[in-house]
């Protein structure tokens, strides 16, 4: 999967959790650490390409 679409999928997955949060249908303490539970995917994917082209 390219770079720009992983990225673009990411935060449309943490913004809809935090609208979910907004009316309460995900407690605001799991919607605070889907930042953290996405580093290590965003980490995992960052020396892909890292000399030559995707």
């Known amino acids: 999967m390219p ?3 992983h990225a673009l999928l990411t935060g449309t997955v ?5 609208l979910l ?5 995900v ?5 605070q650490m889907i ?7 965003v980490i995992s ?4 390409c890292a000399v030559r082209a995707c």
């Open 35 to 41: 930042p953290l539970m996405v580093v290590p995917f």
């Open 45 to 48: 994917r960052r020396n892909a």
């Open 21 to 25: 949060a907004v009316v309460d249908i």
């Open 3 to 5: 770079s720009n679409i």
């Open 27 to 31: 407690p605001e303490s799991v919607a």
């Open 14 to 18: 943490a913004i809809a959790i935090a």
